[in-house]
C-alpha cells in the first residue's frame, strides 16, 4: 500500500445522512418558562421549558431568576438556545422534538375523532374516567399529564 487516495471529482455518489438538523431562526421568552421558538423551516411552536429546567441542577438559575430567562438567545449558528452563564443551552434539535405547550380541548376532541375512541374508550386508554374525558371533551383544562398521554396515543396508533 502507497499510503495515497483519491476521489473521482465527476462521480455522482451522494452520501446521505438523514434529514438537516434544524435551525432556530428566532426565539422570544414568555411567561411560565416557555418560549416561542421559529425554525429556519417555517415551523414555530411554544414549548414549555419548565420541566426540562426542573431536571437538573445546572438550570437552578434559570428557574428562580425571570430576568435571567428573559435574557434567552440563539447562538449564532441557529443550533440553539443560549443563556448568559456556563453550558445554559438547549440544542434545536432537542426543542424540535419537544411537544408544543397547549393542548386545548378542542385538540382533545380532534385526538379521540383520529384514535375512533369513544368516551368509554378514551377514559380506559389513559385510565381515567368517563366523567373526566366528557369534561375535558368540553371546556375543563387539561393537565400536563393527560395532554402527553394522549400524545402518546397519537403518536403510538397503528397506521
Known amino acids: 500500500m502507497s499510503g495515497t487516495a483519491s476521489i473521482d ?4 455518489d451522494f452520501i446521505s445522512v438523514g434529514s438537516p438538523l434544524p435551525q432556530i431562526s428566532w426565539a422570544k421568552p414568555l411567561d411560565g418558562r416557555q418560549v416561542h421558538v421559529h425554525f429556519t423551516s417555517g415551523e414555530e411552536k411554544i414549548v414549555d421549558l419548565a420541566p ?3 431536571s437538573r441542577r445546572i438550570f437552578i438559575p434559570l428557574r428562580s431568576d425571570d430576568a435571567l ?5 440563539v447562538s449564532a449558528f441557529g443550533d440553539a438556545l443560549e443563556w448568559p452563564g456556563p453550558d445554559l443551552e438547549f440544542s434545536a ?11 386545548t380541548n378542542q385538540d382533545f376532541r ?3 375523532d383520529r ?10 386508554a389513559l385510565e381515567i374516567s368517563r366523567r373526566l374525558v366528557a369534561d375535558y371533551r368540553k371546556a375543563k383544562p387539561i393537565p400536563r399529564h393527560i395532554a402527553l398521554a394522549t400524545r402518546y396515543l397519537l403518536d403510538h396508533a397503528p397506521a
Open 110 to 112: 380532534d385526538a379521540m
Open 52 to 54: 426540562a429546567l426542573a
Open 69 to 73: 430567562f428573559r435574557r434567552l438567545t
Open 9 to 12: 471529482a465527476d462521480a455522482d
Open 93 to 103: 434539535e432537542w426543542l424540535e422534538a419537544l411537544p408544543p405547550a397547549g393542548f
Open 115 to 124: 384514535l375512533g375512541l369513544s368516551l368509554d374508550g378514551m377514559a380506559a
